[in-house]
Structure formats: structure tokens, C-alpha cells
């Protein structure tokens, strides 16, 4: 796909987020790596409802902006995901609603902030790593990120927001969404004792789509209130 068909997409994507609540105002990010290693990724301060596509920022693959309007001051977050999961070709931050107050929860297990709810929770995000607090743009949170060796491919940073990479700019939109919802489903059934996947269900899941869960063998310890 060309480059301008690329930011196309970003675009398309960015406005179906904004326009469906999950990200309001100027918040959240989206970038796409490119076959020569440089990125496309939204400039800070932009509404992804309202992006124009000649804008978008261009970095080479050191980082360096190239063309376009100045980059998110996420780009620390988005270069330690792609360092650590090579398979990553598009990465979606969101501060979408019932993902952050999850965030908030003090039964949330880092490891995996959600238990195996729903199948599609697990094939289109797997499990979700939970990162400690840090503000906007701090370059720790990079080494957060690290720390997780590129196991997971959706993350939550605490009292901000999902991050998820996928291996195209679809899957990481269709990750974030269903991350998005499975949180939703999750703050609806609280304290209710709903009834999770087995490990049983969760192993036939993993056999039958080749999904790469870091927790397997701990699905039954979680402990989820």
C-alpha cells in the first residue's frame, strides 16, 4: 500500500474512534511503521476526528521528523513497543473510558488486567499488561514497556489509557475496540461472580488460533474480585 493511502487510512481509522466516543478532544495516537523503517504517526495536539492526511507526521528511522507537523509526545511509548515486538506494523493509544477506569481498580492484576472473558478478548488482544502511572510523555514509561519483553501486545498505563499494537493498522484498531469493550463488560459484571472461559475453553482457544499468551498455565490464580 502506498504511503499516501497509508495516511488515508490513519485518517479513517482515527475519525471511526473519534466519532464513536472512544477518544475524546485532542487525546490518543495512532502510528504505522513503513517497509523502510521510518513511521507515520499523528501530530500532538490533533483531534484523530479531524486529521488531514498531508499533515501527518513522517520520521525516519532514527526517530528524526522528516515531514509534516510535529509528532505526539507519545513517540517514546510507541518506539518501546515496536522495539520489543518486532511483528508490530501499527500501534493505536486511545483514552477510552472504560478501559482507563479499569486502570483504576485495585483488584487489577498487572499481569492481566482482564480474565479470560470472551474469546475475541483473547484472539484479538490476548492478555493485557497493566504499567504502573506515568506522566504524558515521560520517557520512562518507555522502559515500562520495555520491561515487558514484548509479551503482550496491549497494554494499559495506569489512570491514561490502552496501547496495542497489531501487525497491521486494522487488527490494532479492531485489538483496541475489543480491549475497549472486554473492559466495559468487565466494569458491568463486577462483584457479580460471572462465569469466565476455562482454562479448559482457553487452551482449546489457544490450540485452534496459535495465540501467544504469556499467562496460560496461571488463568485459574487471577484474581479478579
Not at 479492531?174 to 475497549?180: D, G, Q
Request: net charge negative; proline share 8%.
Amino acid at each position: 500500500m502506498s504511503e499516501s493511502r497509508l495516511r488515508e487510512e490513519i485518517c479513517r481509522y482515527g475519525r471511526s474512534l473519534f466519532e464513536r466516543g472512544l477518544t475524546p478532544g485532542s487525546s490518543g495516537n495512532i502510528s504505522l511503521r513503513l517497509d523502510d523503517g521510518g513511521w507515520l504517526v499523528t501530530p500532538t495536539n490533533a483531534s484523530l476526528g479531524f486529521l488531514d492526511p498531508t499533515r501527518i507526521s513522517r520520521l525516519d528511522s532514527k526517530g528524526k521528523l522528516v515531514a509534516g507537523d510535529k509528532p505526539t509526545k507519545e513517540i517514546p511509548l510507541h518506539a518501546a513497543l515496536y522495539e520489543s515486538r518486532g511483528s508490530a506494523r501499527a500501534i493505536v493509544h486511545l483514552h477510552s473510558t472504560h478501559a482507563v477506569a479499569l486502570t483504576m481498580l485495585p483488584e487489577i492484576d498487572p499481569r492481566a488486567a482482564l480474565p479470560p472473558m470472551t474469546p475475541y478478548y483473547l484472539m484479538r488482544a490476548g492478555e493485557t499488561a497493566l504499567v504502573p502511572y506515568y506522566r504524558p510523555g515521560d520517557p520512562a514509561v518507555a522502559d515500562a514497556i520495555r520491561g515487558l519483553a514484548g509479551k503482550y501486545s496491549s497494554v494499559l498505563l495506569a489512570n491514561h489509557g490502552p496501547v496495542v499494537a497489531g501487525d497491521s493498522l486494522e487488527a490494532a484498531v479492531f485489538a483496541t475496540e475489543e480491549l475497549e469493550e472486554t473492559a466495559k463488560l468487565y466494569l458491568l459484571l463486577r462483584n457479580l461472580n460471572p462465569r469466565y472461559l476455562t482454562p479448559d475453553q482457553v487452551s482449546d482457544l489457544v490450540k485452534t488460533f496459535g495465540l501467544e499468551l504469556p499467562l496460560l498455565d496461571d488463568h485459574e490464580g487471577h484474581d479478579h474480585g
